[in-house]
């Protein structure tokens, strides 16, 4: 196989499983408001947030907008009246302290860090993808992470990436993309010239295509290898 020098990670899904971090964050904010979050209200605020995050991927909406509105819409499903600018604010700050892994993650960090530079390309609000990677024990494997708020547009955008490599001068032939979203990371790789490698149970089979897939992170290890 042609022969990396950077692999540029996605965080959320790819890294840290972020489905517990938000459950936990979810169950943690809501309950000093007396209201029990479980997996039936937790899927409800995953459709909201995910809606409008992909508005956000394709320049619908700003980013300063999205956590007032993915409250206001949740506490409406809800029925509850509170400031949603507060409770996102407290959900935020309870977000900031989960870092779930995903399987196998820290070992295969560890053992590529040994050949390859890794960076975290993540949207994602700055202190709270900080404070994750920091608490995940990852850090050491890492040469650095960009996020959508520090580029000031998000994947798949061409400007994201644009920041990306002003700001680490690495040569985009020599990087492979890693990440479990078509929309965000494939998308932004295809378009931006870059190698992708996508991490699904399922090979896709919709008009955006990685150049590699694999079933879970620590197949890497034996696809780049080859
Ligand atoms: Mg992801």
């Not at 899904?13 to 936990?24: I, K, P, R, S």
């Not at 943690?28 to 007396?34: I, L, V, W």
């Not at 995910?50 to 320049?59: A, H, I, N, T, V």
Request: proline fraction near 3%.
């Amino acid at each position: 196989m042609k022969k990396y020098e950077n692999i540029l990670f996605d965080l959320d899904m790819t890294l840290l499983d972020f489905n517990t971090c938000e459950y936990n964050a979810l169950k943690k904010t809501f309950f000093s408001y007396g209201v029990e979050i479980d997996g039936e209200k937790h899927k409800t605020y995953a459709v909201i947030n995910d809606g409008l995050w992909k508005r956000l991927e394709r320049g619908e909406i700003v980013k300063k907008d999205l956590g007032p509105m993915r409250f206001k819409m949740f506490l409406d499903y809800l029925d509850i009246s509170e400031d949603p600018s507060v409770i996102d604010k407290q959900y935020k700050d309870n977000l900031s302290l989960e870092a779930v892994l995903m399987d196998n993650v820290k070992e295969t960090c560890e053992k590529l860090s040994k050949d390859y530079n890794l960076y975290v390309i993540t949207n994602g609000t700055d202190y709270i993808q900080k404070s994750r990677m920091k608490l995940s024990g990852l850090n050491p494997f890492f040469k650095g992470m960009i996020t959508s708020d520090e580029a000031g547009f998000p994947k798949p955008q061409k400007e994201f990436f644009d920041f990306f490599f002003n700001k680490t001068k690495a040569d985009k032939s020599s990087c492979l993309i890693v990440g479990d979203s078509l929309t965000s990371d494939i998308l932004g790789g295809v378009n931006y010239g870059i190698d992708t490698c996508l991490i699904s149970d399922n090979k896709p089979s919709g008009e955006i295509q990685p150049d590699y897939y694999v079933k879970s992170i620590d197949f890497l290890i034996n696809l780049l290898q080859q």
